[in-house]
């Protein structure tokens, strides 16, 4: 873990800079004021047609300064450090806050960093050398093209950054923290008799190179992304109308990110405009529904060992036996709701205002063999991967495309379908969860979830689970 004068360093900042900095946030009063420096270095490689067709790296080092004065927030930021630009952008992030003539002023005290670390890395992505990062690529290339005859288009992808992020905020903190993330990608084409069907698969998290190794070798994902292609050209339309439906482990989470995740961050709850507003303490969900924000797995896509507040992130339990125990915070929210923090104000970057956002979410296991939920569908759908989706955060309502599933009949997975959409509302499909499996999964670290413009790394996930009924979009004729 980095001391917190290499950070001072990196920004070429002091102490004494910080306190002015803050005081001048504060000037025209406020209740809080907080200053979030970044330093990032990202790079993203890109393979197609068997050729690097792009290799970029980026650099980017800014501040934002945030004032709280009551419901109000000011913002504003800066990426010129030097002492000027920041008392500027405090001095306007102070007038957006508050127009009152009465200043406060800010001390920071000898805080010590947090202690929960969950990605230490020894070799940062960053500093390795990027014939390393090449090399995955050509060698998933490799492996899709093997696969199959048939795969006749690949297009595989890297990127990695870390981010160096310093908080000090007028309640006398002072916190930093050093960021990794990786990933790889790997889209396919598979062609026959004029007939094209595409296959995706990915992976990463909070680690270094090291990762791509197991589950997440380039060679595995690149023949998950073949398989899957090769799989939609024999998978006959979807049916459609109301029928059982079973989600499958792992990435079908995403449902749950989308559909319900979204519904419990407080301040859609403290706006109202959430259906789940007003509704902790009741039941909302089958009584076999377990739903948690965690943001302290190690490794993970979603994890920190601090908000972008700067606050230590939580297991957050949400839904618990199908009934809602809160909602996931950030300073404000938890401000004005008087509820605890959990750890969950994040912002896409230093140019960005935080607000209530998931880490990973995911429902708990349950007791059910997953094999023993197929058995009890005569017809039904058994989704395993999702595209894309849209989502009505005020009433939960969503429709999900599949990218693939399979057709129940008399319990048995059979043929793969293809053109499957998804069609209901998030509360109503929790109610009617019937069945968990016992094999939570979560995903293999591609979220990327998007609100009010921010996009932030997530992951998702959730065992096996069987729904007594939901829409069903089909093709099938």
């Known amino acids: 873990m980095e001391s917190r004068s290499i950070f001072f360093e990196k920004y070429n900042i002091t102490n004494r800079d910080l306190e002015a900095c803050l005081s001048e946030a504060l000037s025209r009063g406020g209740d809080y004021a907080d200053l979030f420096f970044e ?15 792009t290799a970029t790296k980026g650099v980017n080092m800014g501040v934002g300064i945030r004032v709280i004065s009551g419901e109000k927030t000011g913002y504003a930021y800066s990426d010129d450090l030097n002492r ?16 009152s003539a009465q200043g406060g002023k800010a001390g920071l005290g000898s805080s010590v960093n947090r202690e929960q670390n969950f990605y230490s890395v020894r070799n940062l992505a960053t500093d390795l050398e990027i014939a390393q990062k090449i090399s995955l ?14 795969i006749k288009q690949v297009q595989a992808s890297y990127a990695d950054e870390t981010k160096h992020v310093l908080l000090a905020a007028s309640d006398g903190r002072c ?53 899957q292609a090769i799989l939609q050209l024999g998978a006959v339309d979807a049916p459609a109308g109301p029928m059982e439906v079973v989600l499958g482990p792992g990435w079908p989470g995403i449902l749950l990110h989308e559909a319900i995740g979204h519904g419990l961050e407080a301040d859609f709850n403290r706006k109202k405009t959430s259906a789940f507003a007003g509704l902790v303490g009741q ?37 618990e036996k199908g009934v809602l125990q809160g909602y996931l915070q950030d300073k404000l929210s938890s401000g004005l709701m008087k509820a605890p923090l959990t750890g969950n104000g994040r912002r896409q970057s230093y140019s960005h ?23 009890t569908v005569k017809k039904g759908l058994y989704a395993v991967n999702f595209g894309g989706g849209q989502v009505d955060i005020t ?49 293999q670290g591609v979220g990327i979830c998007g609100k009010e413009g921010q996009m932030i790394p997530v992951g998702v996930g959730m065992p096996t689970i069987k729904i007594q009924e939901i829409t069903v979009g089909g093709t099938e004729k």
């Open 175 to 227: 916190v930093w923290d050093v960021q990794p993330l990786v990933r790889l990608n790997v889209s396919c084409i598979a062609e026959e008799n004029g007939q094209r069907q595409p296959g995706y698969a990915g992976g990463g998290g909070r680690r270094s190179l090291d990762i791509f190794q197991g589950d997440l070798d380039p060679r595995t994902i690149a023949t998950s992304s073949a398989a």
């Open 283 to 319: 039941k909302v969900a089958s009584e076999l529904c377990t739903v948690v924000d965690d943001g302290t797995i190690p490794f993970r896509r979603g994890s920190l060992n601090m908000d972008d507040e700067g606050n230590p992130t939580h297991n957050t339990v949400l839904i």
């Open 84 to 99: 000027e630009s920041i008392l500027k952008a405090a001095r306007t992030a102070a007038f957006i806050a508050n127009s």
């Open 353 to 375: 205002i935080p607000i209530p956002r998931m880490t990973n979410t995911f429902m708990m296991s349950g007791e059910s063999v997953p094999e023993d939920i197929i058995k």
């Open 39 to 53: 330093y990032r270095v990202n790079y993203m490689i890109a393979l197609e047609e068997q050729i690097i067709k």
């Open 395 to 443: 009433s939960g309502k969503f429709v999900f495309s599949t990218s693939e599933a399979y057709l129940i009949e008399d319990g048995r997975i059979t043929s793969p379908v293809k053109g499957a959409t998804l069609i209901g509302d998030g509360p109503t499909v929790l109610r009617r969860v019937t069945m968990v499996g016992n094999d939570l999964q979560l995903d």
């Open 137 to 150: 690529l050509f060698e998933a290339d490799r492996a899709a093209r093997a696969h199959d005859s048939r």
